[in-house]
């Protein structure tokens, strides 16, 4: 028998070990970054590992984390979706969806579905759509009879719907992985030329399957409100407030919708670089919190709001570039507009800062403003900080032939790619149980993606069975962080068990998902087909 090589080995429990050091509660960069340190130190002793290869750390960081443009989306992002959640869109959401189907059994928890789909679309923070919605909606749903755990099933599962709805950070950070593993994969191949992966391919591929996922959501309460009644009553008419429902409705999901739509479809329509549509998500959130601080009014935000619509279509139709040689008559009517919507946008812009520096929320010292900031710059630090030791550990792992020894496993699988496939989602689901999703981005996708990548797999296919199997980590106890989040917002009455209890079916449900997607690959690669050709 031949005897396994020291370096693998030695790549083998580099792995298990880093995931005992997280599951130990240390800070995931510092985990990452400090096992790929020590098992260099160990690896040299043995004269299996040179430290010459950390040569590659500097370009790493400058390369892969600082200068990366697709990476600046993600602060931009949260920014959105932190400022949205603290205009309170979802009060109003929720409320207005409440009344529209409170009359229908399983009413309620089809309104938790929609508005966690409209939220996972304008905001993608799970943390601040779970606890806004178990808040708002839980205490409710009990009070009206509910059952505590599809209550708590519904609202966690419809607050991870923000991991696979575009735009979603999750998307952004796969897309950039993808994007690379897929590069090295053409390469190792022979295709230098390769057609790349961007992550507006994998925000269109999303979209369709995110969509399917509210479905099964929606199909799920209407099953359990046929099965057991008892479970998810219906409201009495009477008790519903149906008047001046239509402008609710409307005044409720419009601003929205809108930035959704100016978001998405700058990035679908090839008018803006997923960078730049975060810029201008940024942006709309700020007014359209503006325009919420102020019980609707603010005719300067809502003319800046049109003007910044107008420029996205100005920028889809005409060629605004101003360092030309020659400008046609209408190109140039089209730059002196796009010149004053400008100055109309900053306008807007202006009236909304002052009105967040001005207000602060119940029980806050700071205004809105200060804390969006602040939240935004502990989460964009900690994703870079966790890519930066998460670039430690590979280059540790592949210094040690890691990536060789997962190559040679996968490639020996029976039944080739489906198998070697089936393998990985499998490791990844059952390392949602323990790791976040960041951690496993960063870790575990660099390792397999390239391998899964030259056996002739459509990498946007890949990424979006990636990024829903990552859903789950939010949802699988101990760990799935949607459950912490309500538990630390639900009433004493409901009890840990209710709240692992109703996740369950979600857990099926999203697995049910996935095997739809490998029946129908299609649902991922049909979209960005017809839009990026």
């Not at 205009?87 to 529209?100: F, I, Q, R, W």
């Not at 099953?223 to 609710?248: T, Y």
């Not at 020894?405 to 029976?414: C, F, I, Y």
Request: net charge negative; charged share 10%; aromatic share 8%.
């Amino acid at each position: 028998m031949d005897l396994i090589p020291l370096n693998e080995i030695l790549a083998v429990v580099m792995f298990f070990t880093v995931c005992l050091v997280l599951l130990g509660g240390f800070p995931v960069a510092f985990s990452l970054a400090g096992t790929g340190l020590a098992f260099a130190v160990i690896g040299w002793s043995f004269d299996v590992f040179t430290f010459s290869d950390f040569g590659a750390i500097p370009s790493r960081i400058y390369g892969t984390a600082m200068d990366n443009s697709i990476l600046v989306a993600v602060p931009m992002f949260v920014f959105m979706g932190v400022m949205l959640e603290r205009s309170k869109v979802a009060e109003e959401l929720l409320d207005a969806m409440g009344m529209l189907f409170g009359s229908l059994r399983g009413g309620l928890g089809i309104s938790v579905a929609v508005v966690g789909a409209l939220l996972a679309a304008s905001t993608g923070i799970v943390g601040a759509t779970v606890v806004t919605m178990g808040l708002l909606s839980l205490p409710t749903m009990l009070k009206r009879g509910y059952s505590p755990s599809l209550s708590c099933g519904s609202i966690c599962a419809a607050g991870t719907l923000g991991q696979i709805i575009p735009p979603s950070i999750v998307l952004v950070l796969l897309g950039d992985q993808i994007s690379n593993a897929y590069q090295d994969a053409q390469r190792a191949i022979g295709n230098w030329s390769p057609t790349p992966v961007s992550v507006g391919d994998l925000f269109a591929g999303a979209l369709l399957p995110g969509l399917m996922l509210v479905g099964l959501y929606i199909g799920y309460q209407i099953l359990m409100a046929w099965l057991k009644p008892e479970s998810s009553p219906a409201i009495p008419q009477e008790e519903l407030n149906v008047d001046g429902l239509l402008k609710r409705i409307l005044h409720a999901m419009v601003p929205p919708i809108v930035l959704i739509v100016a978001v998405l479809g700058s990035i679908l329509s090839g008018a803006a670089t997923p960078t730049e549509a975060a810029s201008v998500g940024a942006v709309g959130s700020l007014m359209l919190a503006g325009i919420r601080l102020n019980e609707g009014r603010g005719r300067a935000i809502i003319i800046g709001g049109i003007a910044l619509i107008i420029m996205l279509i100005l920028a889809n139709v005409f060629d605004l570039r101003m360092n030309l040689d020659h400008i046609d008559p209408v190109n140039m009517a089209a730059i002196v507009v796009a010149l004053g919507c400008s100055i109309l946008l900053m306008w807007g812009l202006a009236t909304s800062l002052k009105r967040v520096l001005e207000t602060k929320l119940d029980g806050s010292s700071d205004p809105i403003l200060f804390e969006v900031m602040r939240t935004t710059m502990e989460i964009s630090a900690m994703v870079f900080v966790i890519l930066i030791g998460a670039g430690v550990f590979s280059l540790v792992f592949r210094g040690l032939g890691g990536d060789d020894l997962v190559h040679t496993m996968l490639a020996d699988l029976p039944g080739g790619k489906w198998g070697a496939i089936f393998v990985v989602m499998v490791v990844m689901f059952f390392l949602g149980f323990i790791l976040d999703f960041i951690e496993i981005t960063f870790v575990v996708v660099p390792i397999v993606a390239p391998v899964l990548l030259r056996m002739d797999i459509d990498p946007v296919w890949l990424g979006i069975m990636m990024a829903m199997n990552l859903q789950t980590s939010f949802l699988t106890p101990p760990f799935g962080f949607a459950l912490f989040y309500l538990r630390g917002v639900a009433p004493d009455s409901v009890t840990t068990g209710d709240i692992y209890r109703g996740v369950m079916p979600y857990v099926a449900i999203q697995v049910i998902g996935l095997g739809l997607l490998v029946l129908f690959p299609a649902l991922a690669t049909w979209l960005p087909s017809v839009i990026f050709g």
